[in-house]
């Protein structure tokens, strides 16, 4: 089991940046993949990215490809999320997601473990 804790949300004008953090608990967090998952009002979830037990794979939705960077630190627990060129419609609650998987994994459905999430806003 892991636990997950997500950290550097705020609020940023349209074309800057945040960097995502999600700290994680558990002495088997390299058996896990990592996905990063974003949910705003009215609209499904959104796997954004995930990141592979080593961090060798990756996958970005479309809507982040080319401003986003996913990476994972295993000595440290912890995944990152580099969020670059952001716009008002990356403004979301952002989830920190988990799963003993092999795979990298797109549907939100299919993680187990889950961040209490953190708020993205992006003004104009």
């Known amino acids: 089991q892991v636990q997950l804790v997500e950290s550097g949300g705020g609020l940023v004008q349209a074309g800057g940046s945040l960097r995502l953090s999600c700290a994680a608990s558990?002495?088997?967090?390299?058996?896990?993949?990592v996905g990063w998952v974003r949910h705003a009002p009215g609209k499904d979830r959104e796997v954004v990215a995930p990141?592979?037990?080593?961090?060798?794979?990756?996958y970005y939705a479309d809507s982040v490809k080319g401003r986003f960077n996913i990476s994972r630190d295993n000595a440290k627990n912890t995944v990152y999320l580099q969020m670059n060129s952001l716009k008002p419609e990356d403004t979301a609650v952002y989830y920190c997601?988990?799963?003993?998987?092999?795979?990298?994994?797109?549907?939100?459905?299919?993680?187990?473990?889950w961040g209490q999430g953190t708020q993205v806003t992006v003004s104009s």
């Open positions: 997601a988990a799963k003993d998987s092999g795979r990298l994994l797109r549907e939100a459905s299919e993680y187990d473990y």
């Open positions: 558990g002495r088997t967090f390299s058996s896990y993949v």
């Open positions: 990141i592979s037990r080593r961090g060798t794979s990756t």
